[in-house]
């Protein structure tokens, strides 16, 4: 079955850098895009970007333009996004998620819970 | 800051038919095909509805989708105890060059 398992909670400081990791199984990790999206405590969904597993190739928000960058290493079907300059507003629950061939996300991870506190 | 706008919350008794409502634009849901998640409280979001009016295998048909223009809607019929939840509307937003999310809907069983 499919199953997308992410890395474990974060307590980071103001400015500095987060990385999250998502392995994938239970299907070929280079058909299917990888989406990140997150989730600030009490409020909605905020999409990231995207990265074809394949070729590697990404597309982020523009909120996050410059701060965000998302990897891969196919040899262990894992995907990465790490975040920098981090500040207080993002402090959220960070969701790695499998899109489909309609762009809908039919598999989403079990979220990673990133603090930013001093 | 969403660009697909849902009315805060929804209600009714179980049994009764709620609908929930996602207005966008042309450039993602004029353009795109729009998905719907269910998201129960402190778990990750799951897929309800694709391709506009799609469901996924192991979903019941009392839920069901539709698009109109630049705007979409949810329907949840014979409404039960398990259907308290989060809804999120989705599309791909052409202008933005990425997904875009709703606002979200709670909804709420009487």
């Known amino acids: 079955q499919v199953q997308l398992v992410q890395s474990g909670a974060e307590v980071k400081e103001p400015g500095a850098s987060v990385k999250v990791s998502c392995k994938a199984s239970?299907?070929?990790?280079?058909?299917?895009?990888l989406y990140w999206v997150r989730q600030a405590p009490g409020q909605g969904l905020e999409w990231m970007g995207w990265?074809?597993?394949?070729?590697?190739?990404?597309g982020y928000a523009q909120k996050f333009q410059g701060r965000v960058t998302m990897t891969r290493d196919t040899s262990i079907s894992t995907a990465y996004v790490e975040l920098s300059s981090l500040r207080s507003e993002d402090a959220a629950v960070y969701y790695c998620?499998?899109?489909?061939?309609?762009?809908?996300?039919?598999?989403w991870g079990q979220g990673t819970l990133v603090t930013v506190s001093s | 800051q969403s660009v697909l706008t849902q009315p805060p919350s929804a209600s009714g008794t179980p049994g009764q038919r709620v609908t929930i409502s996602c207005s966008g634009s042309?450039?993602?849901?004029?353009?795109?095909?729009i998905n719907w998640y269910q998201q129960l409280p402190g778990t990750a979001p799951k897929l309800l509805i694709y391709?506009?009016?799609q469901r996924p295998s192991g979903v019941p048909d009392r839920f069901s989708g539709s698009k109109s223009g630049t705007s979409a809607s949810l329907a949840i019929s014979g409404l039960q105890s398990d259907d308290e939840a989060d809804y999120y509307c989705?599309?791909?937003?052409?202008?933005?060059?990425?997904?875009?999310f709703g606002t979200g809907t709670k909804v709420t069983v009487l």
């Open positions: 998620a499998r899109a489909a061939g309609y762009r809908e996300i039919d598999y």
């Open positions: 391709n506009n009016n």
């Open positions: 990265m074809n597993p394949n070729s590697g190739n990404t």
């Open positions: 989705a599309a791909w937003d052409d202008s933005l060059n990425g997904q875009v």
């Open positions: 239970g299907y070929t990790f280079t058909s299917y895009d």
């Open positions: 042309g450039s993602n849901i004029g353009s795109n095909l």
